[in-house]
């Protein structure tokens, strides 16, 4: 939380609770109904097109693209099945996950469709879909449970904190901070600088 305070960080999260694949209701001969779903929150969250955006703390809702192709391969994209998001705003999805084998139940959420976004401007494919940070963390915390039933060392290791700053510009600033609280090996991870989105991925050691 003291991280999410310094000048510039926009969010701040354990690796591996950025995106998460699973597999929905959309499901049908066409497509396959996989979604990734990628963690937002206000400052992340893509420009909405139609609907709106979510609260931090709002549970089950999404932003999906306006040409919506839920599948394993949405970029081999057949337009006669693409969805329109329009006719999908305030509709409902499942997910399910967290499934192993025929001997685990697994789990079942569901999501509505608040707001549509153009995944162009992300560059994201057609099947991803923006959801709050609280449940994302939910669905990983699930599937990492049901997955260390059969690997209890899943959860072993270093743990990586990501950080997503504002603006190319600030990166030093906030690699300053960091280095100053003694988080150590600070390097950027990734950066993503476009009209339409200018944050930068930094990752570092707890």
Same mark, same amino acid.
């Given at each position: 939380t003291d991280i999410k305070k310094l000048n510039h960080v926009v969010d701040v999260y354990k690796s591996g609770y950025?995106?998460?694949?699973?597999?929905?209701?959309?499901?049908?001969?066409?497509?396959?109904?996989?979604? @990734? &779903?990628?963690?937002?929150?206000?400052?992340? &969250?893509?420009?909405?097109v139609a609907g709106r955006m979510f609260k931090s703390n709002e549970f089950g809702v999404a932003i999906c693209p306006v040409q919506f192709y839920p599948n394993y391969e949405p970029?081999?994209?057949?337009?006669?099945?693409?969805?329109?998001?329009?006719?999908?705003?305030n509709t409902n999805f499942n997910i399910t996950y967290?499934?192993?084998?025929?001997?685990?139940?697994?789990?079942?959420?569901?999501?509505?469709?608040?707001?549509?976004?153009?995944?162009?401007?992300?560059?994201?494919?057609?099947?991803?879909c923006y959801i709050s940070e609280k449940d994302i963390v939910e669905i990983i915390d699930n599937e990492k449970n049901a997955m260390s039933k059969n690997n209890p060392m899943l959860n072993s290791g270093i743990p990586i904190l990501?950080?997503?700053?504002?603006?190319?510009?600030?990166?030093?600033?906030?690699? @300053?901070? &960091?280095?100053?609280?003694?988080?150590?090996?600070?390097?950027?991870?990734?950066?993503?600088?476009?009209?339409?989105?200018?944050?930068?991925?930094?990752?570092f050691i707890s």
């Open positions: 950025y995106d998460f694949v699973a597999t929905s209701d959309f499901k049908n001969d066409f497509v396959d109904g996989t979604l @990734t &779903l990628i963690r937002g929150n206000k400052n992340t &969250l893509p420009d909405v970029r081999q994209i057949k337009k006669k099945y693409v969805l329109n998001g329009y006719d999908l705003i967290g499934i192993l084998d025929e001997n685990i139940e697994g789990y079942t959420k569901t999501f509505k469709i608040v707001g549509l976004y153009d995944s162009s401007k992300r560059f994201n494919d057609n099947g991803t990501h950080a997503v700053v504002d603006e190319k510009e600030n990166i030093s600033d906030v690699k @300053t901070q &960091l280095e100053k609280m003694n988080f150590s090996n600070v390097e950027i991870a990734s950066v993503i600088d476009t009209d339409m989105v200018n944050t930068i991925y930094m990752s």
